[in-house]
């Protein structure tokens, strides 16, 4: 597999370029054969059934999981900022909220640099806008789930990538804050920034620029929500268990709705 990193890009408009892409984890293949564009400062929304292959698209668009075959290609060579919903060395150490966003610039400071007056800026700014700057010194292990989310996107926006990824950003979650989240993102992609979010949110999904739908590792749709989003419901659908055939599922239906 090719990974690339090119700032003189053939394909402006997309912030990573997919082609033949397959991934996964050791004996498991994800992802197969993926060709995709993730469209440059828009808000792209990943969606698909449980274990489609969300998360793992999202870390190989990070760099944490490599691709098996195929190229991925960036616009820039800027490290992507990636937002799970847990931080593991935040999980262990006994950080601040302000400590866990400063996290975010760690990348940039290297070992032995101090923070610098633009760095505490980006944390403070980042923790105003996800409204958790009055959180600032409770230890990150005593905040509801909600706030804790909200803390690690503050820390992914302090990095100050070109590419934020965050997987289901505002899954635990009340109307308000993913009101928060979703504003944010909006705003970010007029600072220069591409967001790609897997989410199970059709709200969410709705507002996005562009959309993803994944079924078993594979694209089966892309394009402008509008376009998309009716084939959701036939994805997102439980489907039927691995050992009953096709035929036989179209028939139990077809019985079951008395046709
Ligand atoms: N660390 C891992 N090692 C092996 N297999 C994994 C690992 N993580 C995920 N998988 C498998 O990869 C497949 C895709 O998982 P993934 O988490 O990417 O799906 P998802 O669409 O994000 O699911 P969800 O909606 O439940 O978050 C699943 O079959 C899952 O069991």
Redesign the pocket.
Known sequence: MQRRCAVADPHPASQVSLKGVSA?????T?LTQLDLETPSLVVTAVM????????????LLAGVIPATSGTVVHRTAVRPAFVTQRSAVADVLPLTVRETVAMGRWGRLGFFRRPSARDREAVETSMERLDVAGLAERQLGELSGGQRQRVLVAQGLAQGADLLLL??PASALDGAARETIARVLDEVTGEGVTVVQ?T?DLAAARRAGHCLL?DA?RVVAAGPPADVLPDAGRVVAPRPPADVPEGAERERRARASGA
């Open positions: 996964g984890y050791a004996r498991t994800v698909g059934p449980n274990g489609s292959g969300k998360s793992t698209l999202l870390g997987d289901e897997a199970h994944l590792g």
